[in-house]
């Protein structure tokens, strides 16, 4: 899934899971910023294997880009975080988490995944889909956040 996919389902679904009221919009930042954040870990293994993207492109090969962050271990780092922002404020910790968790969670059934990288290398896939067909649960997906966001904002959510 693309990252806006996963900014506003994962941020959403960590948003409403835990009651927050649309009125807080640091909440509302911090879910859509923990939803997406994973894929942030696509730069550097992008830039260093420029070559490579090049060559052979991005789509289908972008898997390879991922690193622990993307995986379990990222997870753990999350509960990490979590943990520490529960001693601040326990609302956001809930939120930051459960946007992450979601995010790795929707790349576990869409996609390529290492669930025990760096450990395990072995390769993960729930289901064998086209690039059609993952462009067409991105567009639904990204379709649907946007129509149960804006109940949301309005209040009736």
């Known amino acids: 899934m693309t990252t806006v996919a996963h900014a506003l389902s994962a941020a959403l679904i960590a948003v ?26 696509h730069v550097y293994p992008v830039l260093r294997d420029w070559r490579f993207y090049r060559q052979n492109g991005f789509r289908g090969n972008l898997h390879g880009a991922r690193t622990p962050i993307h995986e379990l271990a990222g997870l ?7 943990s520490l922002l529960w001693w601040v404020d326990p609302l956001m910790a809930g939120v930051v ?20 990288n760096p450990a395990d290398m072995t390769v993960v896939r ?5 690039f059609k067909q993952k462009v067409v649960i991105d567009a639904a997906v990204i379709a649907t956040s946007v129509a149960l ?9």
Do not use: N
């Not at 409403?16 to 894929?39: C, K, N």
């Not at 966001?149 to 959510?157: A, D």
């Open 126 to 130: 729930m289901f064998d889909l086209s």
């Open 76 to 82: 753990a780092g999350a509960a990490i975080v979590a």
């Open 97 to 116: 988490f459960a946007a992450f968790a979601v995010h790795l969670a929707q790349d576990f059934v869409t996609g390529h995944s290492l669930p025990l």
């Open 16 to 41: 409403t899971a835990l009651h927050v009221p649309p009125s807080e919009s640091r909440y509302l930042v911090a879910a859509l910023v923990a939803g997406s954040i994973a894929d942030a870990d």
């Open 149 to 157: 966001w804006i109940p949301y904002l309005h209040g009736r959510g």
